[in-house]
Nanobody, 125 residues
Framework: QVQLVESGGGLVQAGGSLRLSCAAS????????MGWFRQAPGKERELVAA????????YYVDSVKGRFTISRDNAKNTVYLQMDSLKPEDTAVYYC??????????????????WGQGTQVTVSS
């Protein structure tokens, strides 16, 4: 089992920045791929960014490319999401998740087995 706790959400004006953190505990953090998801009211939960266990491979949904950066510190059991140039459409609850299924499963929402409780990000115009 892996326990995940997000922090760093809040209210920010458009064009501003936030840094989300996700602290993991439990089984070996470094063996998991980690993802950041978001869910806005009335919309499906979508994968925003993901990073493989080594940090050598990352994925970003097109709408955040060039603005968001995912990173991980395996020594601290923590994954981060740096969000810059925020837009009102980035408003959502952001979730951290983990998967150890390997292969290409890190790109698919349903392949993530462990989830945090979520943190609210609100971007005002």
């Amino acid at each position: 089992q892996v326990q995940l706790v997000e922090s760093g959400g809040g209210l920010v004006q458009a064009g501003g920045s936030l840094r989300l953190s996700c602290a993991a505990s439990g089984r070996t953090f470094s063996s998991y791929a980690m993802g950041w998801f978001r869910q806005a009211p009335g919309k499906e939960r979508e994968l925003v960014a993901a990073i493989r266990w080594s940090g050598g491979s990352t994925y970003y949904v097109d709408s955040v490319k060039g603005r968001f950066t995912i990173s991980r510190d395996n020594a601290k059991n923590t994954v981060y999401l740096q969000m810059d140039s925020l837009k009102p459409e980035d408003t959502a609850v952001y979730y951290c998740a983990a998967t150890d299924r390997g292969g290409s499963n890190w790109l698919y929402r349903r392949k993530y087995d462990y989830w945090g409780q979520g943190t609210q990000v609100t971007v005002s115009s």
